[in-house]
């Protein structure tokens, strides 16, 4: 069983499909997902969906394109939207300064407070960080200083160096479909040096379609075309890599529990 761990299921596209695309999910060896809130205000519209099934969990957070968006956003407003049983993770939230849809120091300071969040809580942080590496690092490193937190370096596509200071601080590296495009080695070097058991993988749905998916709307089946990449680089076998990979998501996202079996 696989676990997609970054997916957007209230994207249009995915939610009015919601159950053909849950049951292609079921089809291709996908046993639960997290659907990831952007926009705290939307909060309501991504735990509905989580709720419609048990092997759906949310985040609450603030993505860094939007951080300007909810300028009073505190982080006791995460604390509280996190207390519901199906949420699971802070974020996603970070840095993008790729795109700078907002600016740089309101991302920072919203960042902040997701931190604190996930550090009162004790739920993983989940991070968005592009072309934002060093400062990233910096962060991560001296936020880490002052209280450790737990966390997960979304869809990650930076360099080897912000590699090396999300593991040293504890946090796990989830690869998504980037990781089998034809431009992505040096990704692919940094997947084969990552531990073992800090690996997780995800789609990003509806985006970064995998190899041999390119140019469709990307879907939580989709992880299973990513695992097997993952799988060629470490030497494992698919049934292995989904253990390995399904194991570290639980063990990361600890109030992610399946009913047990009657």
């Known amino acids: ?31 639960g997902m ?17 709720e419609r099934r048990d092997n759906i969990w949310c985040s609450v957070g603030l993505h860094p394109h939007d951080a300007a968006s909810e300028p009073d956003l505190a982080s006791a407003d995460l604390v509280r939207l996190s207390a519901h049983p199906k949420v699971v993770g802070i974020g996603e939230c970070g840095l993008d300064y790729h795109y700078d849809m907002s600016p740089r120091d309101i991302q920072r300071a919203q960042f902040l407070k997701h931190i604190q969040a996930a550090r009162e809580t004790g739920l993983p942080l989940i991070v968005h960080s592009r072309a934002a590496d060093e400062e990233m690092a910096e962060i991560l490193r001296s936020e880490t200083a002052k209280g450790a937190f737990p966390g997960v370096m979304h869809c990650f596509s930076s360099g080897p160096e912000l590699a090396e200071a999300a593991l040293d601080i504890g946090f796990y590296l989830s690869f998504s479909g980037i990781l089998t495009f034809k431009t992505a080695a040096e990704l692919r070097d940094i997947a084969k040096a990552t531990p073992h058991d800090r690996l997780l993988v995800e789609t990003d749905s509806p985006f970064l379609a995998p190899v041999p998916m390119r140019g469709k709307r990307c879907e939580p089946a989709y992880v299973a075309h990513t695992a097997n990449c993952l799988a060629g680089l470490l030497g494992l076998g698919a049934d292995e890599t989904a253990r390995l990979t399904t194991g570290n998501f639980h063990r990361l996202f600890t109030k992610a529990a399946l009913p047990a079996a009657a």
């Not at 499909?17 to 999910?25: G, I, K, M, Q, S």
């Not at 926009?39 to 309501?44: A, S």
């Open 34 to 50: 997290i659907t990831i809130c952007t926009r705290v205000e939307q909060f309501p519209r991504v735990l509905a969906l989580a």
């Open 1 to 31: 069983m696989l676990i997609d761990s970054h997916c957007h299921l209230d994207v249009k596209g995915l939610d009015d499909e919601f159950d053909d695309v849950l049951a292609r999910a079921s089809a291709a060896g996908v046993g």
